[in-house]
């Protein structure tokens, strides 16, 4: 069974690469480079926030709140695209809940791996989120095979979390800098050298 960024990512080629691509003015290999380091990164940090007390129910609330019963993949890249307001689109509001006050270490560690710089790597970001959260909105009301209750998105999320940090690579590692590893509150060189290679070219 593919993971949950694997099977995000699957749905993020073709046409959605394409649109993300002329919206950032990045060519679609940078494009996709950036998502797959992104998205490993973000539900990674989905996965430890429900870890938290409260912290599933919180984000299984705002999923059946916000998102349920909403268009596919497809129509909420487009609304994000577009420019629509509202809470299914308010890509800065998720992150904030999602990074919290690691979101400005979230968007400089993305924007120096994958060379799109801060600005491109906090616009990525605020077109992935509400994606993201429309994407485990379907996942768990969308008749799929997990039963919906903040427990299952905590233990789908909570085994993201746990593949994300094995698999290292550039979205884990981006995960391990973002969260602080050396705890000394800063996204210095040391955690960069933790990113390893992804800097220097390395896959997901």
Known sequence: MPSLTDDLFSQLSGPALQQISQQ????????????????????????RNTAQPGGAEALFGALGRDHNGG????DVLGAVLGGQQGRQTDGLGQLGHIFGGQLPRAESGLGQATGLGGDKAQMLLKILAPIVMAYLAKRMFGGQREAASPQALGDIL????AQVRQAGGLGGGLLGAVLDQDGDGQLGLGDLMKIGGGLLGGGR
């Not at 268009?71 to 497809?74: A, F, H, Q, T």
């Not at 909570?158 to 979390?161: R, S, T, V």
Request: hydrophobic share 45%; aromatic share 0%; glycine share 24%.
């Open 24 to 47: 950032l003015g990045t060519n679609p290999a940078q494009t996709s480079g950036a998502i797959a380091a992104a998205l490993p990164m973000i539900l990674g940090a989905m996965g």
């Open 71 to 74: 268009g596919g993949l497809g």
């Open 158 to 161: 909570g085994q993201e979390h």
